[in-house]
């Protein structure tokens, strides 16, 4: 049997006795012969194996013919991604589904560094990753579309903030923010976040300190730096 699907580690080893001796050996039906019983590098595939003696006598076993097997192909079925929620998070996902191989399969995501035994990859950054498959035997296949890439949203930026004072005269003072970026349509607030609005315009305020947060359709959020 050799030890990988597609592999050439296959091995043959033939004893004889009685003839004249001075054996040679054969995996090819007798179209070739070697004084050497080992046979090894075999690929999976049928053999024919005979002897011949010195005197040319010749004798094909009988358990002919002799079959080395090899172990399904490890495949990918699917492969799975969610992408970061939010900009700089690190909750990407990969699922890999795949059968084949011998015994159980064990999961990599960068390029066969490390392995583990669940299919499932979370708690993933941004960035570009290589999955390899590897079974009990070590053999390794690598996923045909590699590398898989985990993109982000973009980042949600709070360009400017202006604020004017209330006045002497009891004219109440206002907050207009401008940003960009992120996921859809931005909400905005300036009471840290307790809650938000669609308007970036903050009318009739008294005076005050306000915390200024932005907010995107997929709920990531970003603290003005301001």
């Given at each position: 049997?050799?030890?990988?699907?597609?592999?050439?580690?296959?091995?043959?080893?033939?004893?004889?006795?009685?003839?004249?001796?001075?054996?040679?050996?054969?995996?090819?039906?007798?179209?070739?012969?070697?004084?050497?019983?080992?046979?090894?590098?075999?690929?999976?595939?049928?053999?024919?194996?005979?002897?011949?003696?010195?005197?040319?006598?010749?004798?094909?076993?009988?358990?002919?013919?002799?079959?080395?097997?090899?172990?399904?192909?490890?495949?990918?079925?699917?492969?799975?991604?969610?992408?970061?929620?939010?900009?700089?998070?690190?909750?990407?996902?990969?699922?890999?589904?795949?059968?084949?191989?011998?015994?159980?399969?064990?999961?990599s995501i960068d390029g066969g560094a490390t392995y583990q035994a669940s299919?499932?990859?979370?708690?993933?950054?941004?960035?570009?990753?290589?999955?390899?498959?590897?079974?009990?035997?070590?053999?390794?296949?690598?996923?045909?579309?590699?590398?898989?890439?985990?993109?982000?949203?973009?980042?949600?930026?709070?360009?400017?903030?202006?604020?004017?004072?209330?006045?002497?005269?009891?004219?109440?003072?206002?907050?207009?923010?401008?940003?960009?970026?992120?996921?859809?349509?931005?909400?905005?607030?300036?009471?840290?976040?307790?809650?938000?609005?669609?308007?970036?315009?903050?009318?009739?305020?008294?005076?005050?300190?306000?915390?200024?947060?932005?907010?995107?359709?997929?709920?990531?959020?970003?603290?003005?730096?301001?």
């Open positions: 049997v050799t030890g990988c699907a597609g592999g050439s580690n296959g091995f043959i080893s033939i004893s004889a006795t009685g003839g004249a001796g001075g054996y040679s050996y054969s995996i090819n039906g007798g179209a070739s012969f070697s004084s050497n019983p080992n046979f090894s590098n075999l690929t999976a595939g049928t053999y024919e194996v005979w002897t011949m003696d010195n005197l040319g006598c010749l004798q094909p076993y009988a358990g002919n013919p002799v079959i080395i097997t090899e172990p399904a192909a490890m495949v990918y079925s699917d492969v799975t991604v969610t992408e970061p929620g939010c900009f700089d998070s690190n909750d990407g996902t990969i699922e890999i589904t795949a059968t084949g191989g011998t015994g159980n399969l064990m999961y299919s499932l990859f979370t708690g993933l950054d941004a960035g570009t990753y290589n999955l390899v498959l590897m079974d009990e035997n070590g053999c390794e296949v690598a996923y045909a579309n590699n590398p898989v890439v985990l993109d982000q949203p973009n980042e949600i930026v709070i360009s400017n903030v202006v604020s004017t004072n209330e006045t002497c005269t009891g004219g109440l003072g206002s907050i207009v923010i401008t940003a960009n970026g992120g996921a859809g349509n931005l909400r905005y607030s300036i009471d840290g976040g307790a809650t938000y609005q669609t308007s970036n315009i903050f009318n009739n305020l008294s005076a005050n300190t306000y915390i200024v947060r932005v907010k995107d359709a997929s709920n990531c959020d970003q603290l003005y730096a301001g």
